[in-house]
């Protein structure tokens, strides 16, 4: 049974999901899914207050419901983003390339709380200064009080891993927030179950989804609803006790008579199994 993605949208499909058995920490690395525990919200506390003091408490953003730096309310008070209620530093941090050395640094440093193993992995894709002024009176000024380095998706064995860009803020005095991470990937290797057979498998899916009137539609999946090829990807899936790590292929849906690509359908390379719908 698929989640409601939104309030207003509601995916039905038939599929069978074969469970895999969690790690211990005794079991091998290599096992196929990685499976990563969601945590109890002491054992989040416990990290988070380890996270902070290893960075002198001067990150504002918190642990999600995995231990890792990726965006999460589980920790905002009173459901708030803390770093809106930062104090933000009002002198200037002209750019240079030592900060997004120090971005990269921080990012190994944390490696048990963002999965980033190497500098060298690190590619930044975006660099954005966010302004404010010094001078807050009278002729006020804008100048860069902060940078955001954005750093590509996860890369492993030439296969990007879904959402796993991280966004590292910085100031004059370092590193105030992280949001986003990296995952244990293991590799099955050889692809059993290919994306010919990954398109057919979605063919005659019925999805039904209603709009913002409350009005029920439905429609059977045909080729027409099917855009561009089949990706290969790594992906995070929520289980009911975490997320596995599967490698499948992602296959954009449009709704019907539009061309908007409206969902992700993942598909199991291993077995073929349909891991799950997600709204775009």
């Known amino acids: 049974m698929i989640r409601k993605e939104f309030a207003y949208l509601f995916i039905f499909f038939t599929a069978f999901f074969s469970g895999c058995e969690s790690l211990s920490p005794n079991d091998k690395v290599d096992e196929y899914p990685v499976f990563i525990e969601r945590l109890n919200i002491s054992d989040i506390q416990v990290l988070n207050q380890k996270y902070h003091e290893k960075n002198n408490d001067q990150i504002c953003s918190t642990l999600n419901e995995y231990g890792l730096t990726g965006f999460s309310r589980v920790l905002f008070p009173n459901d708030v983003n803390p770093c809106l209620n930062r104090n933000e530093i009002k002198q200037e941090a002209p750019f240079s390339n030592d900060l997004l050395s120090v971005a990269k640094q921080v990012l190994k440093e944390n490696e048990e709380f963002t999965g980033v193993e190497s500098i060298e992995s690190l590619i930044l894709e975006d660099i954005t200064p966010l302004n404010g002024c010094t001078i807050c009176e009278g002729n006020i000024n804008s100048v860069p009080l902060q940078w955001k380095f954005t750093f590509q998706p996860q890369i492993v064995n030439g296969i990007e891993v879904m959402d796993t ?3 590292v803020y910085l100031d004059i005095n370092g590193v105030n927030r992280i949001w986003g991470n990296w995952y244990p990937v293991t590799d099955p290797g050889f692809v059993d179950f290919g994306s010919v057979a990954a398109m057919d498998k979605v063919i005659g899916m019925k999805v039904r ?3 913002s009137k409350n009005q029920i539609f439905e429609q059977a999946i045909t080729e027409k609803h099917l855009s561009g090829e089949p990706e290969l990807k790594f992906v995070a899936i929520e289980v009911d006790e975490g997320l596995e790590i599967h490698k499948a292929w992602v ?17 199991n390379t291993v077995n073929g199994e349909i891991l799950d719908v997600k709204l775009l």
């Open 165 to 167: 860009q991280i966004l």
């Open 209 to 211: 989804y209603a709009n």
């Open 251 to 267: 296959i954009k849906l449009l709704q019907d008579d539009t061309e908007e690509v409206r969902w992700n359908i993942f598909i």
